[in-house]
């Protein structure tokens, strides 16, 4: 799938969020490297002790749909004017399941964030190097 239509599919995926709490919706679509696209919204509880991001949901659809995929891209889109970057919890995930993985960020201007992985998280924890 294309980028431009993997935004399209973040973006859509971001309506079904569930976010009483941030009012922020957040939708991801992910790309893995056998091809296969799996999207993700984020999610929250009442708790407000924890929070489930768009893409770590994204990524675990993709895990429990495939198993042990391996991340080609990942986009982000928030109904914003700056494009915003994955939280750090989220970057240790996509760096687990995309070693060499390009993220993007889009909103609603022109604004956009395309960084690797490596470089949003720099000196990752990688346990299979331990
Ligand atoms: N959020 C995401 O889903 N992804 C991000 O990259 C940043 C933040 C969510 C978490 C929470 O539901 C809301 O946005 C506000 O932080």
Redesign the pocket.
Known sequence: MEIDELKKLAKATAQN?Y?P??K???G?AILTTNGDVFAG????SSSLTF???????AISNAISGKGNIQIEKVV?Y?PTQKA????GS?RQLIFEFGKDASVY?HCDSEDYIQMNIRELLPAAFDFSEQ
């Open positions: 969020a976010s709490f941030s922020f919706k957040v991801s919204c984020n999610i929250e929070n489930i991001c768009a893409e770590r949901n982000i928030t915003a970057s994955p939280c989220c960020s």
